[in-house]
């Protein structure tokens, strides 16, 4: 019942919203309720799993996985809904030639309704049709300020987007060829079809899976399939960006385990091989890639392409609890980071690296929060990602470890250059202006997301003993 809530309330409230046409406090307000109701549904689902409507059971349902993806979506989705609030009349006002709000919160909300949708199929069909409706629900919102490169961004995450699901909707086609039950007949693509007693034929369950792993991996974010990422991150606005990092690459993973978790014993190495090659492949790719960039926002993008990289070295290394709290985190601390960025733009107008400086002058809020969430994401104490890298190193071995280990440290030295160098320096002197102003009342929810995350950090750090 919870599942069809969660579905219902995104959709109510993005067709409340565009009837609300331009009556901002309307938006603001039916954004924020929706996104407040949202998370009481999914709340409601976590207490009460048991709660569900049998007719809908082998299409709709939530595991431990989903749960898992709509928490940390519903969360960001208030947190982003929570700025949007103070956001919004600021973006008005400095930016009139921005896509209308009403279309862009409802188009927002739509978004939100097909990725609930991901997490909750139950079936591999249906699965495929909620991640290709991602694609066409986000797209609109990439190109929010209807410039030249978001236009591009946007058409440039279409098309390979959809070359990617249609790869993926020709594995999820093996998928259902691979699997027969024991008279012969098709066993179909629901997830509980995949039962022990059906036979699953292994070549074409391996090319299904390779399908799939290019076409889910792709929207996922993972290196050579990560070339829509840095456009579309670095050309969304901040709120979008938060969403696109932080929920949307997690449903595309999910959909990765999804199709691994039906996979026969005798094919689950197989299948562990491609998440640690590319994995790996993706990290390295982050890692050469943020060492010379020059935009703030591609570099929080290429950011999330070295931590999609993370979470298949540990899926591949059959860390399944380290994933999940390295999933959640690396959500949180992206979306601090772009909040941040946000901000910024604002007050600067540039996304450029070397247009921003001296920000402890002039923005004292978001540069102390834009330093912390640096060195977090980093994976620096007191992170929670700290626990979960530091465990990955040890798993993985001397020589994974170590080459893992040297990624880490070429990002981590890549963005703290950056940061201090937009931080540091003397700013050019002058009266404070209207957008410094703005941007500063823009540090609420990033601040109460930073300390949401250090507590966090310090209390899984202190239980688990690596603290020194």
């Keep these: 019942m919870f599942e069809l809530i969660l579905l219902l309330v995104p959709v109510i409230g993005g067709i409340l919203i565009y009837l609300s046409k331009k009556n901002l406090t309307a938006i603001r307000t039916i954004l924020l309720l929706t996104a407040l109701m949202h998370n009481a549904a999914c709340v409601l689902l976590i207490l009460y799993p048991e709660w569900n409507i049998p007719v809908f059971s082998q299409y709709i349902g939530t595991d431990e996985m989903a749960l898992f993806v709509l928490g940390i979506m519903s969360f960001l989705f208030l947190c982003a809904a929570g700025q949007a609030f103070f956001w919004l009349p600021v973006e008005h006002k400095h930016d009139p030639h921005h896509m209308p709000m009403n279309v862009f919160c409802s188009v927002l909300c739509a978004f939100v309704f097909?990725?609930?949708?991901?997490?909750?199929?139950?079936?591999?069909?249906?699965?495929?049709?909620?991640?290709?409706?991602?694609?066409?629900?986000?797209?609109?919102?990439?190109?929010?300020?209807?410039?030249?490169?978001?236009?591009?961004?946007?058409?440039?995450?279409?098309?390979?987007?959809?070359?990617?699901?249609?790869?993926?909707?020709?594995g999820t086609f093996l998928l259902g060829m691979s699997a027969k039950t024991p008279e012969g007949v098709a066993a179909g693509l629901n997830f509980s079809a995949f039962g022990k007693e059906v036979m699953i034929n292994p070549d074409y369950f391996k090319a299904?899976?390779?399908?799939?792993?290019?076409?889910?991996?792709?929207?996922?974010?993972?290196?050579?399939?990560?070339?829509?990422?840095?456009?579309?991150?670095?050309?969304?606005?901040?709120?979008?960006?938060?969403?696109?990092?932080g929920t949307l690459l997690n449903c595309s993973f999910l959909g990765l385990v999804r199709v691994y978790s039906v996979a026969p014993e005798a094919l689950q190495m197989f299948c562990k091989e491609y998440f640690l090659i590319f994995g790996v492949l993706s990290l390295a790719v982050a890692a050469f890639f943020i060492i010379r960039q020059s935009d703030y926002k591609r570099m929080l993008a290429y950011s999330s392409v070295e931590h999609m990289g993370l979470l298949a070295i540990m899926w591949g290394l059959s860390m399944q609890e380290v994933t999940l709290l390295h999933m959640i985190f690396h959500s949180m601390c992206k979306m601090l980071l772009f909040l941040v960025a946000g901000n910024i733009l604002v007050a600067y107008g540039t996304r450029k690296v070397e247009l921003v400086h001296g920000m402890f002058g002039r923005l004292k809020k978001n540069s102390t929060l834009w330093v912390i969430g640096i060195i977090l994401i980093c994976g620096m104490p007191p992170s929670p990602l700290f626990l979960t890298e530091f465990v990955l190193i040890q798993k993985a071995g001397f020589i994974l470890g170590g080459v893992i280990l040297?990624?880490?440290?070429?990002?981590f030295c890549g963005m703290t250059c950056n940061a201090l160098r937009m931080t540091m320096g003397e700013d050019i002197p002058g009266p404070v202006r209207e957008q410094d102003t703005d941007a500063e009342r823009l540090a609420l929810i990033p601040f109460f997301v930073i300390v949401l995350i250090i507590v966090s950090g310090v209390t899984m750090i202190l239980k688990n003993g690596y603290l020194i």
Excluded: Q
């Design 114 to 170: 097909t990725m609930s949708l991901v997490a909750v199929a139950r079936n591999f069909g249906l699965l495929w049709v909620a991640v290709e409706a991602t694609t066409l629900a986000s797209a609109p919102l990439i190109n929010f300020h209807r410039s030249a490169g978001s236009t591009e961004a946007m058409w440039k995450y279409l098309l390979i987007c959809s070359v990617g699901i249609g790869l993926a909707l020709f």
């Design 208 to 245: 299904a899976f390779i399908f799939c792993f290019a076409g889910y991996g792709l929207k996922m974010g993972l290196a050579p399939f990560h070339t829509w990422l840095p456009d579309a991150h670095s050309e969304a606005p901040s709120m979008v960006s938060v969403m696109l990092s």
């Design 406 to 411: 040297l990624f880490l440290f070429m990002v």
